[in-house]
């Protein structure tokens, strides 16, 4: 009987300390919502398409980590940091022609921590005057950093 009393009281225990230890851990799981974070990214990709769509390669960029740190690699190789980036937009759509109008198609965007976005998408530069039109894929990471989404890693083809 005691045995059995015993038994009781360290199974209570150890229910009782998991739910206390599952409840510590879940505040921030249930802070992130998928639907809303997806949400917040698909809007920040919107804002770049009409950005682009009117010349604005700076309102383009915001999408991007401002850092040193930032590494976009297309077919010319990486280019490390967001002023190198800009420069390498700037350089290859000199003009609002050259630009087209851009449109992204997203594949996937899945979330392996609550702070982690990989996106794989494809991208369509089109009504660019005389010159042919483009089109590619990506593949995005995104990093949540004080509050909002940023990319910090493109590779784009």
């Not at 809007?43 to 009117?54: K, P, R």
Request: charged share 20%.
């Amino acid at each position: 009987m005691i045995h059995t009393h015993q038994t009781l009281v360290s199974f209570s225990l150890i229910c009782c300390a998991s739910l206390f230890f599952s409840g510590c851990g879940s505040g921030e799981l249930e802070r992130f919502d998928e639907s809303v974070e997806r949400d917040l990214i698909m809007g920040i990709m919107a804002n770049q398409e009409a950005a682009w769509n009117v010349g604005d390669l700076d309102g383009f960029m915001e999408a991007y980590w401002k850092s040193d740190s930032l590494l976009f690699v297309g077919s010319r190789g990486p280019t490390r940091g967001w002023s190198s980036t800009l420069e390498n937009y700037r350089k290859g759509y000199p003009d609002r022609t050259s630009m087209g109008k851009l449109s992204f198609g997203v594949e996937s965007l899945e979330f392996p921590a609550p702070d982690v976005a990989l996106m794989l998408g494809s991208w369509k530069l089109e009504e660019r005057g005389e010159l042919k039109p483009l089109s590619g894929w990506f593949s995005l990471v995104w990093q949540r950093m004080n509050g909002a989404w940023v990319i910090v890693r493109d590779h784009s083809s």
